[in-house]
C-alpha cells in the first residue's frame, strides 16, 4: 500500500478523534432524547414524533444551501460556525418547554444540526486523494460506532444514578466544541481553510442547480433514497415487528443493534478498500438495494405468519442480510460522493447525494410503521418490489464504466 503523506496521516488522525468525540455526544443525547423533552420538557409524546419528522424536514432543505455556503466562504470556516452553532443550540434545549414552543425549536434546530453532516464529509475529503477518503470513510466506522457505545452508556448510568438529564445535553454540546478544536487544529493550514471559489448569487443558484443536473449525481442522489431504507427497517420496523408479533422475543432487538455496530464498525473499512477497485462499487451499489428489497418482501409476506422458532430464526437471517446491505451501500455511497462532485463545489455536491439518505429520514419511519400490520402486506410487496427494481435498474453494465478514466 502506498504510503500516506504527512497531510494524508494529519486528515487521518483528525478524522478518526473527531468522529469519536462527536459519536460520543451524538449517542448520549439520541439516545436520553425523547425521555428528556416527555419527563423534564414537558412534551407530548406525539409532539415528539412530529418534532423529529419536522427536525429531518428542515434538515433536509437546509442541507444543500448550506453546503453551497461552505464551498463559497471556505469549507472550514463554515463547519467551524455550523458547529458552533449545535453547540448554543443543543442547550438551547434546557430552557425549551410545551408542545409549541418544541416544535418551532425542531424546525429551527433541524436546519443547522442535520446539515452538518457533508461539512466534515468534505473538509476531510478536500486534501486528500480520491480513494485515500473512500477509505478513511469506512475507517471512520470503528470510532462512530465505540463512541455510540460510550455515549448511550453515559446517559444510561445518567438515569440509572438520578443525574440531571440536562447533563447529557451539556456532554453533547462539549463534544461539538470539542470537534471544532480537533478539524481546526489538523487543517488550518490544509486545502479547505479557504474558499476555493466565490461566485456571485447567479452562479452560486446555477452551482445548486448543477449539483442535480447532472444525470450521474441525480440517479445517485434518488438511488440513495431507496437504499437508505436499511435505516429505518432496523430502527422502526425491527423493533414494531417483533413487539406485534414475538413479544416474547424483544430482547433481540438491542442484540440487532449491537451486532449491526459491531460488525459495521469492523468489516465497514476493508470493504472500503475492496469497492475502491475496478467496478465493484457499482457491484456493491446495486447489490445492497437488491438484498434490502428482497428483505422487505419477505418481512412484510412471510415472516409474519410463520411460527415463532421458525419466524425468529428467519428474522437473524434477514438482520444479517440487512447489515450486509448497508455496509455494501455505505461503501458504495462512499466512493460516488467522493468521485462525482465538482472539485470545487465538494460540500454542495455531496450534501446533493447525502440529500437521498435524509428524505429517507422523513418518509421511511411513516412507510415502515404502516407496514406492520397483517393487513398491509400489500404495501410492504409494493415498497419490496420498488427498492429491488431500482437495484436491478442500479445494475445495469454500462454504469460500471463510469469511472474508466480514473
Same mark, same amino acid.
Given at each position: ?7 494524508? +496521516? ?13 459519536? !460520543? ?73 410545551? /408542545? ?71 456532554? $453533547? %454540546?462539549?463534544?461539538? !466544541? ?15 481553510? /479557504?474558499?476555493?471559489v466565490r461566485p456571485s ?14 444525470p450521474r449525481r441525480l ?20 423493533? #414494531? ?30 470493504? $472500503? ?25 419477505? #418481512? ?7 411460527? $415463532? ?20 451501500? %455505505? ?10 462532485? +465538482? ?17 429517507? $429520514? ?32 442500479? %445494475? ?11
Open positions: 500500500m502506498r504510503r500516506m503523506t504527512v497531510t494524508a +496521516r494529519t486528515v487521518h488522525r483528525a478524522a478518526l478523534i473527531g468522529t469519536g468525540v462527536d459519536a !460520543v455526544g451524538t449517542g448520549a443525547f439520541v439516545s436520553a432524547a425523547a425521555i428528556f423533552f416527555a419527563t423534564q420538557g414537558g412534551v407530548s409524546p406525539v409532539s415528539v414524533g412530529i418534532g423529529l419528522t419536522l427536525s429531518a424536514v428542515t434538515g433536509a432543505l437546509a442541507s444543500v444551501p448550506v453546503a453551497h455556503l461552505a464551498d463559497r466562504l471556505g469549507p472550514l470556516r463554515v463547519f467551524t460556525i455550523s458547529y458552533g452553532m449545535r453547540a448554543a443550540g443543543m442547550l438551547g434545549w434546557i430552557l425549551v418547554s410545551g /408542545d409549541t414552543a418544541f416544535l418551532v425549536y425542531s424546525a429551527v434546530f433541524g436546519a443547522v444540526d442535520r446539515s452538518a453532516a457533508s461539512l466534515t464529509r468534505s473538509i476531510i475529503a478536500a486534501p486528500l486523494q480520491n480513494d485515500e477518503a473512500v477509505r478513511l470513510f469506512g475507517r471512520m466506522a470503528l470510532p462512530a460506532n465505540v463512541g455510540y457505545a460510550f455515549g448511550a452508556g453515559f446517559s444510561g448510568l445518567t438515569m440509572f444514578l438520578g443525574w440531571p438529564l440536562a447533563l447529557v445535553l451539556v456532554v $453533547n %454540546s462539549a463534544s461539538f !466544541v470539542a470537534v471544532i478544536v480537533v478539524y481546526r487544529s489538523a487543517l488550518r493550514s490544509r486545502d479547505v481553510s /479557504d474558499a476555493r448569487a447567479l452562479a452560486s443558484w446555477s452551482s445548486i442547480k448543477m449539483a442535480f443536473g447532472s440517479n445517485i442522489t434518488w438511488e440513495n433514497f431507496v437504499f437508505s431504507f436499511h435505516r429505518t427497517l432496523l430502527n422502526v420496523y425491527l423493533p #414494531l415487528l417483533v413487539v406485534t408479533h414475538w413479544e416474547d422475543f424483544a430482547w433481540v432487538v438491542p442484540v440487532a443493534f449491537i451486532v449491526n455496530a459491531a460488525v459495521v464498525a469492523l468489516i465497514q473499512e476493508k470493504v $472500503n478498500i475492496w469497492v475502491t477497485v475496478g467496478a465493484r462499487h457499482a457491484i456493491a451499489w446495486a447489490t445492497s438495494g437488491i438484498i434490502l428489497g428482497t428483505s422487505v418482501l419477505l #418481512l412484510s409476506t412471510t415472516l409474519p405468519m410463520t411460527a $415463532n422458532a421458525m419466524g425468529m430464526i428467519a428474522l437473524v437471517a434477514l438482520i444479517l442480510f440487512q447489515i450486509l446491505a448497508e455496509i455494501l451501500h %455505505s461503501a458504495a455511497l462512499a466512493v460516488y460522493m467522493v468521485k462525482l462532485s +465538482r472539485r470545487d463545489a465538494l460540500t454542495t455536491d455531496m450534501s446533493a447525494m447525502n440529500l437521498g439518505g435524509q428524505l429517507q $429520514n422523513v418518509v421511511g419511519p411513516s412507510i415502515f410503521g404502516a407496514i406492520v400490520g397483517p393487513s398491509a402486506w400489500g404495501l410492504g410487496v409494493a415498497v419490496g418490489c420498488g427498492i429491488v427494481i431500482a437495484g436491478l435498474r442500479a %445494475s445495469r453494465v454500462s454504469r460500471r464504466g463510469w469511472f474508466d478514466d480514473d
